[in-house]
């Protein structure tokens, strides 16, 4: 099995990553793709959380609101353009706060579809928490309740890198290990995502140096422990998303090793992802 479709790419506009559209839809046409998205890193209104989580949650780092304008017109004239060689999707990767679901329902409005990604999440206390260096078996809970209650809106059509928070879990011991918090956590997403006719995303991005690339046991995500988990659930719908940073991160080593991890699991992967939200 090759790439045929990708439905996560990020462009210069989100601050961390480089090119446009019109970059990544020649290179998608160059390796032979049949459908591209264009989903760059939604606005986060600085209304949404302090303004020292706003910093410390790298918030900058995601696409100024003035900035939609030229984004959607700039696919729009990709569509166009090459609308006898490939599909060329909009959308947006946008995390999830709650009480903010107006918020969510504007950015769907203005495109194809939306992905789910969640980096940080707003816990009891009113609090908002970086996934990345704050899960614990105290809050990941709240983590799962976050993805499921995003799920649930309606508004989404793929929740992207769903085992991320294993990326910094820690354990009662401080260990990083997949227990049986996680254990639980991921059955719960992965049924809510067959619930809420969600797709769940095998992530390419994470796999930087092609040392790790080789062993799978190295990777904090995609975590294999989770995958097998969802491996088990027959009507999950599961896709590759290669959350390209870069027109050349299309493709490449890292891109052949999650299709090789995908072989070695015997997980069932569509090709082609279908507008449900």
């Not at 090793?257 to 070695?264: L, N, P, Q, S, T």
Request: glycine share 4%.
């Amino acid at each position: 099995m090759r790439m045929k479709n990708n439905y996560h790419t990020h462009l210069k506009y989100c601050n961390h990553a480089t090119g446009v559209t019109e970059d990544y839809v020649c290179e998608a046409i160059k390796l032979g793709f049949n459908e591209i998205a264009i989903t760059d890193h939604a606005p986060i209104p600085v209304d949404f959380m302090t303004k020292k989580e706003y910093k410390d949650n790298y918030c900058t780092e995601n696409m100024k609101l003035e900035f939609v304008p030229k984004y959607l017109k700039e696919i729009k004239e990709s569509k166009e353009l090459h609308k006898n060689e490939i599909k060329v999707l909009s959308g947006f990767e946008t995390e999830f706060v709650y009480d903010r679901e107006a918020f969510y329902k504007f950015l769907r409005e203005q495109v194809d579809f939306l992905n789910l990604g969640v980096h940080f999440f707003k816990n009891k206390k009113g609090h908002i928490i970086d996934c990345y260096n704050y899960l614990s078996y105290k809050n990941l809970e709240e983590y799962k309740d976050t993805c499921i209650k995003a799920m649930e809106t309606g508004f989404f059509n793929t929740l992207v890198h769903p085992d991320m928070f294993f990326y910094g879990y820690k354990n009662k011991d401080g260990e990083n290990i997949f227990d049986d918090l996680c254990i639980k956590v991921s059955r719960e997403i992965i049924e809510a995502a067959i619930k809420n006719n969600v797709y769940l995303e095998i992530n390419c991005n994470n796999i930087k140096k092609e040392d790790v690339a080789k062993d799978m046991n190295l990777w904090k995500y995609p975590r294999k422990e989770f995958w097998l988990i969802a491996k088990e659930y027959k009507d999950l719908k599961i896709i590759v998303g290669c959350d390209a940073h870069a027109p050349e991160r299309l493709s490449g080593f890292h891109v052949d090793a999650i299709y090789k991890f995908i072989d070695e699991l015997g997980l069932n992967v569509l090709e082609k992802m279908e507008i449900n939200h």
